[in-house]
Nanobody, 126 residues
Framework: QVQLVESGGGMVQAGGSLRLSCAAS????????MGWFRQAPGKEREFVGA????????YCADSVKGRFTISRDNAKNTVHLQMSSLNPEDTAVYYC???????????????????WGQGTQVTVSS
C-alpha cells in the first residue's frame, strides 16, 4: 500500500521560512516524479512544484519561483519543500504527490498524479 506522509507544516510570520517533508512508502520511490500542491480554503488545488526521479531537475510555479525549493533523497524515500519569504497568500494545505510521468513539465495538473498524501497545514500570518 502506497503511503505519502507530509510533515513540517505550522504557523509562521510573513517573511519566515518552513521546510515541509514527505515520506513515501510502498512504492519504488526513485521511479516517481514527485510534486507539491496546495489548496487554500475555497480555492482549487494548485501546482506548486515538481522534481524528477533523480532530483536533477525541478520545476516550480511562477508564484513560488525563487522562494520555494524542492529536493529529494532517494535513499530515504523523502521529498522536501523548502519555503522562504512566506506571505499570507501562501496559506494553504500543502500536499505531496507521486506521478509515474517522467517529464516534470507534464505533471502540473492534479490528474497527472497517481498517489497523494493527506496534506499539512501552512499558515502565514501578517
Amino acid at each position: 500500500q502506497v503511503q505519502l506522509v507530509e510533515s513540517g507544516g505550522g504557523m509562521v510570520q510573513a517573511g519566515g521560512s518552513l521546510r515541509l517533508s514527505c515520506a513515501a512508502s510502498g512504492l519504488t520511490f526513485s521511479s516517481y516524479t514527485m510534486g507539491w500542491f496546495r489548496q487554500a480554503p475555497g480555492k482549487e488545488r494548485e501546482f506548486v512544484g515538481a522534481i524528477n526521479w533523480s532530483g536533477g531537475s525541478t520545476y516550480c510555479a511562477d508564484s513560488v519561483k525563487g522562494r520555494f525549493t524542492i529536493s529529494r533523497d532517494n535513499a530515504k524515500n523523502t521529498v522536501h519543500l523548502q519555503m522562504s519569504s512566506l506571505n499570507p497568500e501562501d496559506t494553504a494545505v500543502y500536499y505531496c504527490a507521486a506521478s509515474r510521468r517522467l517529464l516534470i513539465s507534464n505533471v502540473v495538473r492534479v490528474n497527472d498524479y497517481d498517489y497523494w498524501g493527506q496534506g499539512t497545514q501552512v499558515t502565514v500570518s501578517s
